[in-house]
């Protein structure tokens, strides 16, 4: 049993955690129906980029939390959301998954030959992959809670343009949406998001906030409403769980998390047949409207 100092202790990580699956299983459902999967590794590791040349910077004194390193980090990740709203078009003879692709591997070089300049590169590589969201403070859980639920009250104001945009983009082109307009500004708050995520996370416990829920649920569920549901209860499941384990197997919390999420995915995938008899209705079969008013 976990006594009442422990649970003071893990209270600021497991909050966090609850943070970060809420917004990721959103976002995630736009970013399987877009099928840009790896669109937040990428981001991820672009604002990790920036983080990394803020740190050679003289004002940072070499510390990730200084206040510029953040913003430094959120301009290297508009930069990225620029270019990927500018990529998708039904006439592109090269898939935007390929430079999503490109942009990441790039940034992953340049953020190696980066921190072979700095000092403890070792361990600043380290922060970035799988974070330290056990050393989070509830100051830290303050701030992105208020960050987090900004972005989340301006995509429920315009939670129609960019269902429609995720879901059915020629039909709200032809509605009249700017595709690239609401593309950017989606990668924009979703910029917001990976930045402050990173910090936090590290680079892979945020991809696995934001697609492996979604993955999951749509496993069980076609209507966007019922698969955030899922998508939210699994990130609340998996957090506590993987958060337990890391302090009962003396275990890195981050890395605990990421594969807590892959084990429980196995067992959500070897469950299915058991409770699901019935062919589950293709999403893509689905229109826009049918789909974005089943919330």
């Not at 736009?30 to 990394?52: C, K, P, W, Y």
């Not at 990740?77 to 591997?105: D, H, N, W």
């Not at 922060?127 to 208020?146: C, F, H, Q, R």
Request: hydrophobic share 55%; charged share 10%.
């Amino acid at each position: 049993m976990l006594d009442a100092p422990m649970l003071a202790f893990l209270a600021p990580c497991f909050a966090a955690s609850l943070i970060l699956a809420g917004i990721h299983a959103y976002l995630g459902v736009h970013v399987v129906e877009r099928g840009v999967i790896f669109v937040d590794l990428s981001l991820a590791q672009i604002a990790a980029l920036g983080a990394t040349i803020a740190l050679l910077l003289p004002f940072s004194s070499g510390d990730p939390h200084a206040p510029g390193v953040y913003w430094i980090s959120l301009v290297f990740t508009f930069m990225g959301a620029l270019v990927f709203s500018t990529i998708r078009s039904k006439r592109a003879r090269i898939p935007q998954e390929a430079i999503i692709g490109i942009c990441y591997a790039v940034a992953s070089a340049a953020s190696i030959l980066a921190m072979s300049k700095a000092t403890s590169e070792s361990e600043h590589l380290k922060d970035m992959l799988v974070g330290n969201i056990l050393a989070v403070s509830w100051p830290e859980v303050g701030k992105t809670a208020v960050l987090y639920g900004a972005i989340g009250t301006f995509h429920y104001i315009f939670r129609h343009k960019f269902l429609a945009i995720s879901i059915d983009p020629r039909r709200a082109e032809a509605e009249g949406i700017s595709i690239k307009l609401w593309d950017f500004l989606f990668y924009a708050s979703f910029g917001f998001v990976v930045t402050s995520s990173v910090a936090i996370a590290g680079v892979l416990l945020v991809f696995c906030y934001l697609i492996v829920p979604s993955v999951a649920a749509m496993l069980y569920a076609d209507s966007i409403g019922k698969r955030l549901a899922i998508g939210w209860s699994m990130g609340t499941i998996v957090s506590a769980l993987g958060v337990y384990l890391s302090l009962k197997l003396d275990l890195p919390t981050g890395a605990t998390i990421v594969c807590t999420f892959g084990l429980v995915l196995i067992i959500m995938t070897i469950v299915r047949p058991l409770i699901q008899r019935s062919v589950p209705l293709d999403v893509h079969q689905l229109s826009y409207s049918d789909r974005a008013h089943s919330n």
